[in-house]
C-alpha cells in the first residue's frame, strides 16, 4: 500500500496538517488500515525532499505545518493513479503451500486440511459481511474496502474448492504418466 | 425444540451394488430467527436436504420435525398444507409463473389454501412493500429486472405466515450486489422470526448466515463457529511501513 500516495491524493483538494491528514486517510480506508502519526510526518518529509509537496515551514517539525501539493506532486499523482499494479509473478501463497505440502506428508488426509482452511475463511467472511451489513451502505469508502477484502477471501475460499475437486478427481482415477515436458516451466514466485 | 430439526436423516437411492446416499445421517437443527448456510460441492447432497426440509421428498430413514410437528406421521395432505402455510421456497431461477403479474404470483400459494381472493392481494402487497417492489406489483415477469424477479420470489416465499424458507442458490445468475440485497432480504425475514436454510456453492452468499453447515458426500463435516464482533477486525493489522 502506498501511503506516499494516499497522502498525495488527500492533499489534492487542499492543504492539511499532519494530524489531518492521518483522521482523513483512516476515515478513507473505512478505519480498516489504521496510521501512525510518526509515518504519516516521515513520509511527509520524503515527499517534501522530492518536491512533491511543500510546507511553509513557519512552525518548524511540528504539528502546526501545513502541507500542500506540488504541481509535480499533482503529477506524480495522476501517474500512479493510472500506472498497472503489478500482478505478473504471483507472491507467495503460504495457503497453497501448505495445501502442497499435505500432499507429501503420510497419514494426512489432505480433504481435512482444506476443510479447516476453508471453515476458517468463511468465518473471516461471516466478520466482514456483519461489518457491510452493520454500517457499509452509509460508509461507501468501508463498503469498498469490505468487499476487496470479502472477493480476495472468496478467491481462497474458491481455490480450495477447486483443489478439493481435483483431489477427489485424483484419488478416483489411476495416476497417468504425462508425456516428457519439451522444456521445463518455472513460474517464479515473489519473496 | 429447534422450528426446523432433521435427526438421523439420511436419503437412500438404489439397492445393494447400485446403493448411493444423497444424504448420510445428517443432524441439522434451525431455531426460530436464525439463517443457516449449508455448503458443499455440486453433487454433495445440499439440494437434496433442502428437498427433505421442505417435505417434498421422504428420508429413507431418519425424522424431520417442522414447527415441532414429526412430518413422517403426517398424511399427503397434511404436508401439502404444512408447505402452503408454513414453508416458502426460494429458486434459483426465481420459479415465477410467466401468465401472472407479480401480486399474483404471490398470492397465489395463499389462494391455494383457501383464503379469499381480497384478503391474499392484500397479504401479497404488504410482502412485495416489505421488499421494495410493490410499485411493480401489476408487472408480469417478463417485465422485471433479475433483480426484481427474485424479490417477488422471496415475498411469495415468505407471504402470510410463513415461518420457514428454504432457498437454493437464491441469487441464481444476479451480480454481487444484487446477491448481497437477496441475503439481506433473507435476513430481514430472519430478524422477524423467520427461520432460513439457505444452500449454496458461494462462500460470499454463505458469508451472511449466523452459522455455516459444510456438507460432503451427504454428510455433515463441518461447520462455523458463532463469529466474534466485527470489531475485532477494526483494530487491524500493525501499519505498515
Known amino acids: 500500500m502506498s501511503v506516499r500516495h494516499a497522502l498525495l491524493a488527500l492533499l489534492s483538494d487542499g492543504p492539511k496538517y499532519g494530524l489531518q491528514l492521518r483522521q482523513e486517510f483512516e476515515a478513507t480506508t473505512g478505519d480498516v488500515w489504521p496510521l501512525n502519526i510518526g509515518q504519516v510526518y516521515t513520509t511527509l518529509q520524503r515527499l517534501e525532499r522530492d518536491g512533491f509537496v511543500e510546507s511553509d515551514g513557519s512552525a518548524g517539525e511540528g504539528p502546526q505545518n501545513v502541507f500542500r501539493i506540488t504541481p509535480s506532486g499533482d503529477e506524480e499523482l495522476n501517474r500512479w493513479l493510472r500506472a498497472p499494479t503489478d500482478m505478473t509473478t504471483p507472491p507467495r501463497n503460504e495457503l497453497v503451500i501448505k495445501i502442497l505440502s499435505a500432499l507429501r506428508v503420510p497419514g494426512v488426509d489432505v480433504q481435512d486440511v482444506v476443510q479447516a482452511h476453508r471453515r476458517y475463511l468463511v468465518e473471516l467472511m461471516q466478520q466482514w459481511t456483519r461489518l457491510k451489513e452493520d454500517e457499509a451502505d452509509y460508509d461507501l469508502s468501508l463498503a469498498l474496502v469490505v468487499d476487496a477484502e470479502l472477493f480476495r477471501l472468496d478467491s481462497l475460499a474458491r481455490w480450495l474448492d477447486s483443489a478439493s475437486g481435483r483431489l477427489d478427481r485424483a484419488s478416483a482415477e489411476p495416476p497417468v504418466k504425462s508425456p516428457a515436458p519439451l522444456f521445463r516451466r518455472r513460474v517464479v514466485v515473489r519473496r | ?241
Not at chain 2, 2 to 20: H, I, M, N, Q, T
Not at chain 2, 71 to 98: C, P, W, Y
Not at chain 2, 176 to 199: E, F, P, T, Y
Open chain 2, 1 to 241: 425444540m429447534s422450528f426446523l430439526e432433521l435427526r438421523k436423516v439420511s436419503k437412500r437411492y438404489g439397492e445393494g451394488d447400485a446403493e448411493v446416499f444423497a444424504v448420510r445421517d445428517v443432524d441439522l437443527s434451525v431455531e426460530a430467527g436464525e439463517l443457516v448456510a449449508v455448503m458443499g460441492p455440486s453433487g454433495s447432497g445440499k439440494s437434496s436436504l433442502l428437498s427433505i426440509a421442505g417435505t417434498l421428498e421422504d428420508p429413507t430413514s431418519g425424522e424431520v420435525f417442522v414447527g415441532g410437528a414429526l412430518v413422517s406421521t403426517m398424511s399427503r395432505n397434511e404436508k401439502a398444507r404444512l408447505r402452503r402455510r408454513t414453508i416458502g421456497f426460494v429458486f434459483q431461477d426465481f420459479n415465477l409463473l410467466a401468465g401472472l403479474t407479480a401480486a399474483e404470483n404471490v398470492s397465489l400459494p395463499l389462494e391455494l389454501d383457501g383464503a379469499p381472493a381480497k384478503k391474499a392481494r392484500v397479504a401479497a402487497m404488504t410482502a412485495l412493500e416489505s421488499l421494495d417492489v410493490a410499485e411493480r406489483a401489476s408487472h408480469y415477469p417478463d417485465q422485471l429486472s433479475g433483480g426484481e424477479r427474485q424479490r417477488v420470489a422471496i415475498a411469495r416465499a415468505i407471504v402470510g405466515e410463513r415461518r420457514l424458507l428454504l432457498a437454493d442458490e437464491p441469487s441464481g445468475a444476479l451480480d454481487s450486489l444484487n446477491g448481497d440485497a437477496v441475503m439481506r432480504l433473507i435476513l430481514s425475514a430472519c430478524k422477524r422470526g423467520v427461520s432460513a436454510v439457505v444452500v449454496t456453492h458461494d462462500a460470499r452468499l454463505g458469508s451472511w448466515a449466523d452459522r455455516v453447515v459444510f456438507i460432503r458426500d451427504g454428510q455433515v463435516v463441518d461447520q462455523t463457529v458463532a463469529p466474534p464482533s466485527p470489531e475485532s477486525l477494526l483494530a487491524g493489522p500493525p501499519a505498515r511501513r
